[in-house]
């Protein structure tokens, strides 16, 4: 099943949902716009995953708006969701697996990356059947060995593609690659642009004529001038999240997560709270519950460590976080059933941010963000400023 698509219609569902994420279609537009001046290349907004969990749809409309160019997504079922929607922007497949709907996606007009010669045969496979020419990028593994064709198998992939090219099945159009390089030194990414550029010649060698060569994402993008070739793909940072933390480009938080006070108690000094009385109250005073536990995206690991903001002010949240509720010491704070509580906020108002979250968590906030369950409400704050 599909996870829930952003809600842009009544409120009722903002209501009814135990808490709700905010997503800011000016803040994905506006750090997409940004993006995109600062590389000065077009730009493939990447909203897979449901676009990080926040919608693709939205994320994807929002992107557009701000500039981008085309969508990068995983899966060719994200795709063709993409295009039920009435998304008529170029889309790039890049995890087909075994079973994908190959000929649903040439039919919807997607590209589909490929890495190897098998997965050439299918997809040309899939072309005949529908008659049509399936567009293709070739994928190059440049150091990573994840994704993307070996080294060794690429001269293969590139005349496989070849042959299908001339029985009329495919049109290859692009090589790209991915970078397995997490740290901000540009340097880091010559190795594996060089190793492009010589796949790229193989491939030209071939008689491929691709018109095309990217591999940046978020972080490439920004640090490494070199990197940004004929397109930047950018994930992380349409959704504010800084591809260097030590440098930010100010880019705006796209997620905004609140819920409400369920309901508070008094408590006396040692009360414990929760599964396995691993916390005590210290002293005594006040608990407020939540009406979110780990399976909306609070893992169980955010305590102790994660503190959210009531009224402006932040409270640690308290003993074992559950599946439904978790449990916030406020002290001797005045804290009502039904005050609003911001779990992922503004930082720059000293609410708490996915980066903060992710250094508690031990992760990064891509994870923070994607965990976000389906219980959550996601309402799309409507309004691109110009
Ligand atoms: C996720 C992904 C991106 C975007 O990465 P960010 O670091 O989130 O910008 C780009 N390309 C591919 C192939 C990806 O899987």
């Not at 085309?70 to 170029?90: F, K, N, Q, S, W």
């Not at 994928?139 to 005349?159: F, I, K, N, Y």
């Not at 940004?228 to 591809?243: C, K, M, N, S, T």
């Not at 005050?339 to 250094?359: C, H, K, Q, Y």
Request: aromatic share 4%.
């Amino acid at each position: 099943m599909p996870s829930p698509s952003p809600d842009t219609g009544p409120s009722h569902r903002r209501d009814r949902a135990p808490s709700v994420v905010t997503v800011s279609e000016a803040a994905i537009a506006s750090n997409t716009a940004l993006l995109r001046a600062l590389c000065g290349t077009p730009v493939m907004a990447v909203v897979k995953a449901d676009g990080f969990g926040l919608g693709a749809t939205a994320v994807a409309r929002a992107a557009l708006a701000g500039g981008a160019g085309e969508l990068g997504v995983a899966t060719c079922d994200e795709a063709l969701a993409l295009r039920a929607a009435g998304i008529d922007a170029p889309i790039l497949v890049w995890m087909l697996h075994p079973g994908a709907p190959l000929a649903d996606a040439i039919r919807a007009d997607v590209t589909l990356s490929c890495a190897s010669p098998r997965l050439l045969e299918l997809i040309a496979a899939a072309a005949a059947e529908t008659g049509l020419r399936a567009r293709v990028e070739l994928e190059v593994e440049t150091g990573m060995h994840r994704s993307g064709c070996p080294p060794q198998d690429w001269p293969d992939l590139c005349a496989v593609a070849r042959a299908a090219e001339q029985r009329g099945l495919v049109d290859v159009t692009g090589v790209w690659t991915h970078f397995g390089v997490t740290d901000d030194d540009a340097g880091a990414f010559a190795r594996p642009l060089a190793r492009l550029e010589h796949a790229l010649r193989t491939a030209r060698d071939t008689g491929l004529r691709p018109r095309r060569r990217h591999a940046a994402a978020s972080l490439a993008a920004v640090v490494s001038p070199d990197a940004r070739l004929d397109l930047v793909r950018i994930g992380a940072a349409l959704f504010g999240i800084e591809p260097v933390r030590s440098r930010p480009l100010g880019l705006e938080p796209a997620a905004r997560w609140e819920t409400a006070v369920a309901q508070v108690r008094d408590v006396g000094p040692g009360d414990p709270v929760g599964y396995g009385a691993q916390y005590r109250t210290a002293r005594s005073g006040r608990l407020a519950l939540l009406p979110v536990g780990y399976a909306d995206g609070i893992p169980r690991s955010a305590w102790p460590g994660v503190t959210v903001s009531v009224g402006g002010i932040r409270h640690p949240l308290v003993g074992a976080v559950s599946m439904d509720q978790c449990v916030v010491d406020v002290g001797d704070a005045v804290v009502e059933v039904g005050d609003r509580v911001v779990l992922l906020g503004e930082p720059a108002l000293g609410e708490p941010s996915l980066l903060e979250w992710s250094l508690i968590l031990g992760t990064i906030p891509q994870e923070v963000l994607t965990g976000l369950g389906p219980r959550v409400a996601r309402v799309v704050a409507q309004g691109v400023r110009s």
